[in-house]
């Protein structure tokens, strides 16, 4: 069963990983800026800051894991849902509407980094057609 000490630290957890993700926010948009600049020296600064981060968040939410699985008492998580459930109320209220904000912040940054993957990937093709040349220029019609 979750006790007070436990659902405080998971909380707390919660919290930081939504401070992290605003961060990781604010470096997805500078890595964006970056790739419209073609900044590659910022690229590589802001691609080390995203992976230190993330591997941050990652480590933060193997913690989560291990926390409710001690909670819940089960050897496999199948939802946070469950956790919920054996909370009081209004307690389980607060907790699931932080649950929901960090879950918006990581939908958002995973739209940034695809946005920003799209950008990159776009741009390599068209250094490369300038480069290069497309192969069907000159083929005749």
């Not at 919660?14 to 993700?21: E, F, L, S, T």
């Not at 926010?25 to 970056?34: D, I, T, Y």
């Not at 307690?91 to 509407?97: D, F, G, M, N």
């Amino acid at each position: 069963m979750m006790n007070a000490a436990m659902l405080k630290q998971l909380m707390a957890g919660i919290q930081a990983d939504r401070n992290a993700y605003a961060e990781l926010e604010r470096l997805l948009e500078a890595q964006f800026g970056a790739i419209v600049r073609c900044d590659a020296s910022q690229l590589a600064a802001l691609a080390e800051s995203i992976l230190q981060l993330s591997a941050t968040l990652d480590s933060s939410r193997c913690e989560r894991e291990r926390l409710l699985l001690q909670a819940l008492g089960v050897v496999r998580l199948t939802s946070i849902e469950a956790l919920f459930m054996r909370l009081p109320v209004d307690i389980a209220t607060r907790c699931r509407a932080h649950w929901e904000a960090l879950g918006s912040l990581v939908q958002h940054c995973q739209s940034l980094n695809a946005r920003n993957g799209r950008l990159m990937s776009e741009q390599h093709g068209l250094l490369t057609r300038v480069m290069f040349g497309d192969e069907d220029v000159y083929v005749s019609a």
